[in-house]
C-alpha cells in the first residue's frame, strides 16, 4: 500500500465536536458524506497508536542568526505563527531516504531544519510555566520553502502562503513520547545537503523557547490534542535542486532524511 495514502487514511473520529464543545459545525462521529477525505497521522514510536495531526504551526524567524539573514529586525519581537495544511506533511520513517517531489513554480526551493512539539493536550491563554504539559512529544522536520514565493508575496505585502503551505512542503519524522525523550531546551540542530555541512546550531538559540512559543500560540487560537509546532530554523538556509539529498538531525532523535526528486 502506498505510504502516503495508509498514513492519511479516512478519519473515523474528527476533533471537536457536534455534541457540545468547542469548534461549532465540526463532527465528533463520522456523519454519511458523499466522499471521504483524508486524515493525517504519524506513527508513535514503541507504540501501536497512531499520533492524529490536527493543525500545523509553525514560527517565523525563532533565531537570531536566521532573523538577520532574513532581513528583520533581530531584537526580540513578538513571535509570529504561520500554518501549513495537515495534509502538507510526508511521513518519512528513520533511516530511509524518501522521494521528495520538487514543487511547482518556484526556482528557489529552500531547507529549514526545525525541531516540531506535538501537542497532546490543549487550551488558551497557558502560562509558560504550565506550558510544557501539553506537549505528547517531539520529532523534527523540514519546513520547505518556496523562497522566490514567499519573498515576492511580501515584497507586495500579499499573504506569503504561496511559499509555505504547498503539498509536501512538511516532511516530518515518526513521533517521539516525551516520556521517553525527555524536553528539547538545548542540543546540536544540524542539516547537510549532499553530505555537506550548511545549518549547524544548537536549540538552545531559540529567541521563544517551546514553552514561550505554545504559551503566545494560545492567545491566538484555542490549542487542541494533535496539534504541532515547527519551532523555527537555525540560520543559512539556503536551496536545493532535483538530485540533492537532505540529511537533518536533531541530539535525541534520529536523523530524517530526503531525496529531491
Ligand atoms: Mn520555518
Same mark, same amino acid.
Given at each position: 500500500?502506498?505510504r502516503?495514502?495508509?498514513f492519511?487514511?479516512?478519519?473515523?473520529?474528527? =476533533?471537536? %465536536?457536534?455534541?457540545?464543545?468547542?469548534?461549532?459545525? $465540526? *463532527?465528533? +462521529?463520522?456523519?454519511?458524506?458523499?466522499?471521504?477525505?483524508?486524515?493525517?497521522y504519524l506513527p508513535i514510536v514503541g507504540s501501536d497508536e497512531m499520533f492524529?495531526v490536527?493543525?500545523?504551526?509553525?514560527?517565523?524567524?525563532?533565531?537570531?542568526?536566521?532573523?538577520?539573514?532574513?532581513?528583520?529586525?533581530?531584537?526580540?519581537?513578538?513571535?509570529?505563527?504561520?500554518?501549513?495544511? =495537515?495534509? %502538507?506533511i510526508?511521513y518519512v520513517p528513520a533511516g530511509t $531516504? *524518501?522521494? +521528495?517531489?520538487?514543487?511547482?513554480?518556484?526556482?528557489?526551493?529552500?531547507?529549514?531544519?526545525?525541531?516540531v512539539?506535538c501537542?497532546?493536550?490543549?487550551?488558551?491563554?497557558?502560562?509558560?510555566?504550565?506550558?510544557?504539559?501539553?506537549?505528547y512529544g517531539y520529532t523534527l522536520g523540514?519546513?520547505?520553502?518556496?523562497?522566490?514565493?514567499?519573498?515576492?508575496?511580501?515584497?507586495?505585502?500579499?499573504?506569503?502562503?504561496?511559499?509555505?503551505?504547498?503539498?509536501?512542503?512538511?516532511p516530518i519524522g515518526a513521533v517521539h513520547r516525551?516520556?521517553q525523550t525527555?524536553?528539547?531546551?538545548?542540543?546540536?540542530?544540524?542539516?547537510?545537503?549532499?553530505?555537506?555541512?550548511?545549518?549547524?546550531?544548537?536549540?538552545?538559540?531559540?529567541?521563544?523557547?517551546?514553552?514561550?512559543?505554545?504559551?503566545?500560540?494560545?492567545?491566538?487560537?484555542?490549542?487542541?490534542?494533535?496539534?504541532i509546532?515547527?519551532?523555527?530554523?537555525?540560520?543559512?538556509?539556503?536551496?536545493?535542486?532535483?538530485?540533492?539529498?537532505?540529511?537533518?538531525?536533531?541530539?535525541?532523535l534520529p536523523n530524517l532524511?530526503?531525496?529531491?526528486?
Open positions: 500500500m502506498d502516503r495514502h495508509f492519511q487514511n479516512t478519519a473515523l473520529v474528527t =476533533t471537536g %465536536a457536534l455534541a457540545g464543545c468547542a469548534l461549532p459545525g $465540526v *463532527a465528533q +462521529h463520522k456523519p454519511r458524506t458523499p466522499f471521504d477525505v483524508a486524515a493525517t492524529p490536527r493543525r500545523i504551526y509553525c514560527i517565523g524567524r525563532n533565531y537570531r542568526a536566521h532573523a538577520i539573514e532574513m532581513g528583520s529586525n533581530p531584537d526580540r519581537e513578538p513571535p509570529f505563527f504561520f500554518q501549513k495544511p =495537515t495534509d %502538507a510526508q $531516504v *524518501a522521494d +521528495h517531489p520538487y514543487p511547482p513554480l518556484t526556482k528557489n526551493y529552500h531547507y529549514e531544519a526545525e525541531l512539539a501537542l497532546g493536550k490543549g487550551g488558551k491563554n497557558i502560562p509558560a510555566e504550565k506550558a510544557l504539559d501539553l506537549v523540514l519546513d520547505m520553502t518556496r523562497r522566490d514565493l514567499q519573498r515576492a508575496m511580501g515584497d507586495q505585502k500579499k499573504p506569503w502562503e504561496i511559499g509555505k503551505s504547498f503539498d509536501r512542503s512538511a516525551v516520556t525527555g524536553h528539547f531546551s538545548q542540543g546540536a540542530i544540524w542539516l547537510k545537503v549532499n553530505g555537506e555541512l550548511k545549518q549547524n546550531a544548537n536549540l538552545n538559540l531559540m529567541i521563544w523557547n517551546v514553552a514561550e512559543q505554545i504559551s503566545k500560540l494560545s492567545e491566538a487560537n484555542e490549542l487542541f490534542p494533535g496539534d509546532i515547527y519551532c523555527g530554523t537555525p540560520d543559512k538556509v539556503g536551496p536545493v535542486v532535483q538530485g540533492d539529498v537532505i540529511e537533518m538531525h536533531i541530539d535525541g532524511s530526503v531525496k529531491v526528486v
